[in-house]
């Protein structure tokens, strides 16, 4: 009886510890079952599952863990097809994915795991292009996406993925020139870009530390580097090289030479006087350097312009800037309060409430230089209502204009870029300025010569006081751009996601208005247009702000490049149900603008990798806590320092609930959308004063005097 007691607590305890130990974590779960759904009859796959299953515990086959995460997934030469489904960036724990060597098709993901170190996609029938979201890939060390049929350019995404030692994407239809911003891949060894249809020079290759160089078979020009003639490893074959003696390079661009053998016995020679004379001017420069901050603090200067746009601060000087938080904050009386004095001695010393407030460091009422221009006080009810939308008259431009006042399309007049094209900044004489977007050649292959024309018409007929209106074009040799005007304020996600301790927050009633306002450029798309338009990219980077601070919907009406690319939105972005382009319609249009109004709320970006785990998807952190009234008081931006109308927030957070349901059914459309937000503001408007009077009592005791 006793051993047959022991036994089956032995079995208990086994089976409880079995559970405990091999429970794979759900994101996991679930990405690897969208996975194997998206697959065609993965049967092959030893132990996967399309719903639930185990792949720690069970040991899937190919899969690895640690723990409960999965860490690595080796599905090398396995004989798959079909693609890799949509959630690979719920696998934050995966270090290496490997699914070389299969037939797998389609687009590369959009989004793949977030922290891998090793990606290997090679010798599949991957089309389409290298997707951005590697930008973001800060851990990586090595990606392999050759022997596909990836097309289109390399985009500029190289700036952040500083850790990259090799890069292979030999052996497709990649062309265009080579990204500036390969040259901070400070840590390259090995970069294998054959037979490729690359264009222009290989330049920007110079000062990296390559011991593997492959160009072979591309179309590039220009001369070979002196400063990578040294590799190891060099092919250059079957490309149009200049012959004779290069130019040497622009004024002030020195490139590093690669010492030969006896250069560098010499250079040893020298180098300890060289760190003796480094050193003893390190310690000079030290002393002054202090000196000069001590005169610097002693003096007590104002705060430096914002460097954000730079160039712009001239314009900012010729006229006074309110900072934004002092704007529209609702009622008369308390703007009366809040707005920037004409004469500082005016300012009751009395009133340590406003003291406090206006002393705050990041929210002070301090006259800025910034670039970013306010809009007027008061009519915030008015402006809701929006201005009545004056056609634009769409000219052409030639290119020979576009060249000069682009500085040929110049990396330093680079405003972004997306998987359609680069966005330049056309400054003229006259003062004017405009945002020029060169769309990428490739995506006009095998279409009409009028069919640049027909987007064009298209595009020019809208127009709506909240869309970045078209006015301009250009289609000369080979060359089709659109043209904008330019929006000195930068895009809603500069605003709330790029650090500037010059420029303020954007207030409560401006984040509302923008919702509204953004709301309303979807509506007209949705149900005002005929046909009916999705615009497919809605993100906070496509959403300018004018002088006035309303939103202008841009990069509407390229939905046919979107199905022709293949491309998901921006990380975060995109509906669960957006597997393929094709499956885009206006309820995920509402998606998106959901995911946009939960970045004015909490002031978070759509995916932070630098965030805990569970707080990395901003749609599947907040969601839970939409209808949790103490837990929505703590997801509010912080930088609004808790000048807000708290009954505002119950309303705001339904109407992003009803936006971001997981299935597109239930979501709202958005003509509902705009009413759900015009009552809010009606509702605002009325309470405002009393929720703002509270907010202030409430928070008065966060600031310091300074």
């Known amino acids: 009886m006793h051993d047959l007691v022991g036994r089956c607590l032995l079995l208990f305890l086994g089976t409880l510890i079995s559970l405990v130990h091999s429970k794979t974590d759900s994101p996991d779960v679930s990405a690897l079952n969208v996975m194997f759904k998206s697959l065609n009859k993965p049967s092959q796959l030893r132990g996967w599952q399309s719903s639930g299953g185990d792949p720690c515990g069970d040991s899937w086959e190919g899969i690895k863990c640690s723990d409960s995460s999965v860490t690595e997934i080796n599905l090398s030469g396995h004989d798959l097809s079909g693609q890799l489904g949509y959630q690979l960036s719920s696998l934050s724990s995966v270090k290496i994915f490997d699914v070389s060597k299969n037939n797998l098709n389609g687009d590369i993901p959009y989004q793949l795991p977030p922290n891998a170190q090793s990606i290997d996609l090679s010798e599949n029938n991957f089309d389409g292009n290298v997707p951005y979201s590697i930008s973001q890939m800060t851990n990586l060390e090595e990606i392999n996406l050759s022997h596909n049929q990836l097309k289109g350019q390399l985009s500029d995404m190289f700036a952040k993925v500083q850790k990259l030692k090799s890069f292979d994407v030999s052996n497709n239809q990649l062309s265009d020139k080579l990204p500036n911003s390969l040259a901070n891949l400070s840590n390259l060894n090995t970069l294998h870009l054959q037979n490729n249809r690359f264009t222009g020079t290989i330049n920007v290759l110079a000062d990296l530390p390559l011991n593997d160089l492959n160009v072979e078979n591309n179309k590039f020009t220009g001369w070979i580097p002196d400063e990578l003639k040294g590799i190891d490893e060099l092919k250059t074959g079957g490309n149009s090289w200049s012959t004779g003696t290069a130019p040497p390079p622009p004024p002030g661009v020195h490139h590093r030479r690669r010492p030969n053998k006896q250069e560098e016995n010499s250079e040893g020679s020298t180098r300890s006087l060289q760190m003796g004379l480094i050193i003893g001017f390190s310690c000079l420069g030290g002393i002054c350097l202090l000196l000069f901050l001590m005169f610097v603090f002693t003096r007590r200067r104002s705060p430096p312009p914002s460097t954000h746009f730079l160039d712009e601060d001239v314009i900012s000087r010729r006229k006074g800037f309110t900072p934004l938080h002092s704007q529209e904050l609702g009622t008369e009386s308390y703007v009366s309060i809040l707005k920037e004095p004409k004469d500082s001695k005016s300012t009751d010393p009395g009133n340590s409430d406003m003291k406090s407030l206006l002393k705050s460091p990041s929210m002070g009422l301090r006259r800025s230089v910034s670039s970013r221009v306010s809009f007027s006080e008061n009519e915030f009810a008015n402006r809701l209502k929006g201005r009545k939308s004056t056609s634009v008259q769409v000219v052409p431009y030639s290119l020979a204009d576009l060249q000069k006042y682009t500085d040929n399309f110049s990396p330093d007049r680079l405003l972004g870029e997306g998987t359609i094209g680069r966005v330049y900044k056309a400054k003229y004489p006259e003062g004017k300025v ?46 089709n751009i659109l043209i904008y005007d330019y929006f000195r304020n930068g895009s809603l996600y500069e ?42 990219n809605i993100k906070s980077s496509n959403i300018f702000l004018d002088l006035e601070l309303n939103p ?34 206006s309820k995920s249009d509402v998606y998106s603008f959901g995911v946009v109004m939960l970045e004015l709320l909490t002031g978070r970006m759509p995916v932070d990798n630098q965030r805990p785990r569970s707080e990395q998807c901003l749609v599947k952190w907040a969601r839970p806590l939409l209808h949790d009234h103490d837990a929505l008081l703590g997801m509010v931006d912080p930088a609004l320092r808790g000048l807000y109308p708290p009954k505002s927030l119950p309303p705001f957070a339904d109407v992003v609930s009803l936006c971001v349901q997981t299935e597109p059914e239930p979501r709202a459309p958005i003509s509902e959308v705009v009413q759900a937000l015009v009552r809010l503001v009606q509702q605002s408007t009325l309470n405002m004063k009393e929720d703002l009077s509270s907010s202030c009592r409430t928070t008065d005791t966060e600031y310091e005097l300074v």
């Open 434 to 479: 405009l945002a020029v977007k060169k769309i990428d050649s490739s995506l006009f292959q095998g279409q009409k010569p009028d069919d640049f024309s027909k987007l064009v018409a298209n595009i020019s007929k809208l127009h709506h006081p909240n869309i970045a209106e078209l006015v301009g074009y250009c289609s000369e040799q080979g060359h």
């Open 495 to 536: 605003f709330l996601h790029v650090a500037d301790d010059f420029s303020k927050p954007l207030t409560w009633n401006t984040r509302v208005r923008i919702a509204l306002g953004l709301a309303r450029a979807v509506e007209y798309l949705h149900d005002v247009c005929s046909p009916s338009m999705v615009h497919k």
């Open 552 to 585: 202008r919907l841009s990069d509407y009406g390229m939905s046919c490049f979107h199905q022709r690319t293949s491309q998901n939105l921006g990380m975060g972005y995109n509906a669960p149900e957006c597997i393929k382009p094709s499956a885009y319609t």
